[in-house]
Structure formats: structure tokens, C-alpha cells
């Protein structure tokens, strides 16, 4: 395995005219010819008479037969609709139409396009009314007052603790509701084979821990816990697919997808900036995989704090009983290799940089500017002159 990771890093007739037929001639008598015109004349206007009342009559009926059915004035009972994501005009007349706000989809669709603004409505919960005119029901579904919104934004790095303290202000559903649904990340939608390991050691598997996708939810009323953080993952399983993530990983690095869903986590908690991502993800594989050797990645140890429901330190604030605690599972002060499982959520950004790590040997970084810019180093050499070039850049770790 080693081999092929360290060989994965280092490189639509025309038509015919028309024939003419040439014109009868009549006899030579001057008074027939002029009769006949003149009853044919009268036959050809009673028939045009004709044809124009059957015509009108016709037209009426039919304009009447192609016209969309449609309800009048502002509608009756409330009612909530919910809007899919990306959904067209005619996907959401026909949410409309099932839910009889609306008499028929096309009635919604026309009104929709006759509407400056009709194709600006956006995805989400809607307070409604039944049996509304389409264009009322357009003009709803444009005043943001309409819209029921109870959105959240998760960061890149939240861990799920936190995570769960944000999702049960903005849903209303407790926090030990997000805790139970959450030891069950397999019943959450998260496929068996993302807890498969390469390197002999168990994944935490009772952790939703990494798969809850950093982004902006607007979530429906009344959703429970499993369907809230259920949504989180359907996001991480279609970030992951479109970055063609597992077969990168499984494909060029030889370690499994969870191994690298842990990098990238990593990456995230312990890269300043996000140029560093690439190279922090190449430290924590040169180290765990190349050099047989503990990350030493403080980040873990924060992570444990935060699992106890304590406040984060600086590295340089740290006390050894707290990096050595052998109570931690996820700790990589002293055990080699990477530890328990994802320690928050990754980033896209993070997560293209355990994909595609940055080259180099590097087995050292540290943060040597307030902008958070890392230096990296091979040697411990190197790496305790970078120390010094942090600490004269005002960085408290000496």
C-alpha cells in the first residue's frame, strides 16, 4: 500500500408550384353569361355569409376549448407548498396543481411568463391559498413575505456538536434530538462503504461526524431531527459525486474515502488559508502513511476538548496532559496514523485537497503570520526555524 500511495503522490420538400387550370368560357350570349355571373355572385356571398358566422361560432368555441382552465380572485383556504430545488415553471405548476391552488398547470405556466419576474421564483416552503387565479398565485410566490424560511448556515470546520446547536435554533427541534439521530449515521443516508478502512483501523461508525456538508439549509416546517441532518448528508453525497471523490481517492492514493473524508478535515481545522489546504493534506499523508509517524496535529486534541464540551486552545496554550490524554480516542500525539475519524465538517475546497494533495515531502508546518500563512518544513531543522520566524511575527508559541 505504501508503495502505490507514495507513487500516487510523487506523479428538416421543397414544395412543387401550384398548376393553374385556364378559365371556362361561357356562350357567346351576352345575357346568359351576365345572368349566370350574377347568380354566382349571389351564391358565393350568401356562402361567404355563411361560412363567416360558422366561422365565428367556431372560433368561439374552440379558442374556449385551448383556453388553460384557471380559478378567479385570491383563493380560500391556506395552504403550504413546497417549491423543489432547480424545479422548472411546469414542475412547479404541477406542485401547485396537486396541492389545487391553482386549476391547471398551464394556466400557472402562462401567467408565470407573462410575468416580468415570473421565472424568479425560488425554491422553498410557500404559504399559499387554494383555488387562486394563476396570476395571483404567481404575484404570492414573488413577495418574500409568501416564502417560509427557516435557514441556517453551517461553516466549513463546525463540528457536529456545534452544528447541532445552530440547526435547533433555526428548526425549533432539540438538541438531544440531533444527538440520537446522529448515532445512526447508515440510517441518515450515509452508503456502508464510506466506513471502510485501509489501514487496519476501525472508524467510528456511530458518527455522523464529517458527512453533515458545510452550507446554507433552508429546511421544511416541522421537519424532525433524522429528516434535518438527512438533508446534510444527501448534500455531502452530491458534493462528493460531482468532485468524483471516491474514485479519486480509491483510484490515485490507494486509501479509502473515509481516510481521506479524516485528511480533509484535518486540512480544514489546521490550514490558515486556503492555498495551504493542498499541502497540509500532504503532510498528514506523509506522516500517517510514508513516515509510520504520529500526525502531532493539535486539532485533535481541540476536537476531544469539544467532544467534552470545552473551549479550544492555541496550540502553544496546551498543557501535555491535555495533547497526551489517553482517554482520547481521536488523540495524535502519540498513536501513529490518522486518528478515530473526521474531527468536523470539510469544505468542497478541503476535500479536493485530500483528493489531490499537494507534492512534496513535507512533514512539518506551522502558522508564521496573524493572516494565518503556514510555512513547510522536511526537516525538524527547518521546521524549528519557522518556529522562531512565528514567534518574531508575534505567533505565541515560545
Known amino acids: 500500500m505504501i508503495d502505490e500511495l507514495d507513487l500516487a503522490f510523487d506523479e428538416q420538400a421543397e414544395k412543387g408550384r401550384p398548376r393553374h387550370r385556364r378559365g371556362f368560357r361561357g356562350s357567346k350570349g351576352g345575357g346568359g353569361k351576365g345572368g349566370k355571373s350574377a347568380v354566382a355572385f349571389l351564391m358565393v356571398f350568401i356562402l361567404l355569409g355563411v361560412l363567416g358566422v360558422g366561422g ?7 379558442k374556449g376549448f385551448f383556453t388553460a382552465a384557471d380559478y378567479d380572485g385570491p383563493g380560500t383556504d391556506p395552504v403550504q407548498v413546497k417549491v423543489p430545488k432547480d424545479a422548472s415553471l411546469t414542475e412547479i405548476g404541477n406542485v401547485l396543481y396537486d396541492a389545487d391552488v391553482v386549476k391547471s398547470t398551464a394556466a400557472f405556466t402562462e401567467a408565470a411568463d407573462a410575468n416580468p419576474k415570473g421565472k424568479n421564483i425560488q425554491s422553498g416552503t410557500y404559504n399559499m391559498r387554494k383555488q387562486m387565479a394563476a396570476a395571483q398565485a404567481v404575484t404570492l410566490m414573488l413577495d418574500p413575505k409568501s416564502r417560509v ?17 445552530l440547526l435547533s435554533k433555526a428548526t425549533g427541534v432539540p438538541v438531544a434530538d440531533f444527538q440520537a439521530a446522529a448515532k445512526d449515521p447508515k440510517a441518515l443516508g450515509v452508503p456502508d462503504f464510506w466506513f471502510n478502512r485501509r489501514d487496519g483501523k476501525k472508524a467510528a461508525t456511530t458518527s455522523v461526524e464529517g458527512f453533515l456538508f458545510p452550507d446554507t439549509y433552508e429546511f421544511p416546517p416541522k421537519s424532525t431531527a433524522e429528516e434535518v441532518l438527512g438533508i446534510m448528508v444527501q448534500q455531502f453525497l452530491a458534493v462528493t459525486g460531482e468532485l468524483k ?6 483510484n490515485t492514493l490507494s486509501v479509502s474515502p ?3 473524508l479524516i485528511v480533509a478535515s484535518l486540512s480544514q481545522a489546521e ?25 502531532q496535529f493539535d486539532v485533535t486534541t481541540n476536537y476531544w476538548l469539544d ?7 492555541h496550540s502553544g496554550k496546551m498543557t501535555t496532559k491535555e495533547l497526551e ?8 500525539e502519540l498513536r501513529v496514523g490518522l486518528p478515530l475519524g473526521p474531527i468536523n465538517s470539510p469544505s468542497e475546497a478541503a476535500l479536493k485537497a485530500a483528493a489531490a494533495p499537494a507534492a512534496g515531502s513535507w512533514l512539518f508546518f506551522v502558522a508564521v503570520d496573524k493572516a494565518g500563512n503556514s510555512a513547510f518544513a522536511t526537516t525538524n531543522a527547518e521546521h524549528e526555524k519557522n518556529i522562531e520566524k512565528a514567534c518574531a511575527n508575534g505567533i505565541p508559541l515560545c
Do not use: C, H, W
Request: avoid cysteine; charged fraction near 25%.
Open 56 to 62: 365565428y361560432l367556431g372560433y368561439s368555441k374552440i
Open 325 to 332: 490524554d489517553p482517554k482520547n480516542p481521536y488523540t495524535t
Open 271 to 295: 490550514a490558515g488559508t486556503p492555498g495551504d489546504l493542498p499541502k497540509v493534506a500532504r503532510v498528514a499523508y506523509n506522516r500517517a502513511y510514508k513516515e509510520k509517524m504520529p500526525l
Open 149 to 165: 424560511v427557516s435557514g441556517v448556515t453551517i461553516t466549513p470546520g463546525t463540528t457536529a456538536r456545534q452544528a447541532f446547536t
Open 307 to 313: 467532544l467534552q464540551e470545552k473551549d479550544g486552545k
Open 245 to 250: 471523490f471516491v474514485d479519486k481517492v480509491q
Open 258 to 260: 473515509y481516510e481521506a
